[in-house]
Nanobody
C-alpha cells in the first residue's frame, strides 16, 4: 500500500504565500518524478510543476517566477512554495508520484495521486 498525503492548503489573500507538502508512505522502493497538479472548478486538471529524483524541475507558465517545487528524497516528500498568489490560482492541488513499490517481493511501477488540498485565493 502506498499513500500520498497533501497538506498546507487554505485561504490566502491575493499576493500572499502558501507552502504545500506531500508525503509519500508505504512499501516504496524508489520514487522517480514527483509533481503538483491543480484543478479549478469546471476545468481540467493541469500540471503546475514537477521534479525528478535528481532535482530537475519543470514549471507550467502560470507558475514560473512565483512557484518553487522542491523535494526531500530522504523523507519521500515534495513541496510547492507559492508566492504572489492570484485569485486564478484557486484550485484543488494534487500531488503525483511516479514510483516503484514492493508487493509480494516483486517490484511494480505505478503513478500515484493524493486526494488533494484546496487552495483559495480571495480577499
Amino acid at each position: 500500500q502506498v499513500q500520498l498525503v497533501e497538506s498546507g492548503g487554505g485561504l490566502v489573500q491575493p499576493g500572499g504565500s502558501l507552502r504545500l507538502s506531500c508525503a509519500a508512505s508505504g512499501s516504496i522502493f524508489s520514487i522517480n518524478a514527483m509533481g503538483w497538479y491543480r484543478q479549478a472548478p469546471g476545468m481540467e486538471r493541469e500540471l503546475v510543476a514537477n521534479i525528478t529524483s535528481g532535482g530537475m524541475t519543470n514549471y507550467a507558465d502560470s507558475g514560473k517566477g512565483r512557484f518553487t517545487i522542491s523535494r526531500d528524497n530522504t523523507e519521500n516528500t515534495v513541496y510547492l512554495h507559492m508566492n504572489s498568489l492570484k485569485p486564478e490560482d484557486t484550485a484543488v492541488y494534487y500531488c503525483n508520484a511516479d514510483l516503484v513499490y514492493v508487493n509480494l517481493n516483486q517490484l511494480n511501477g505505478m503513478d500515484y495521486w493524493g486526494k488533494g488540498t484546496l487552495v483559495t485565493v480571495s480577499s
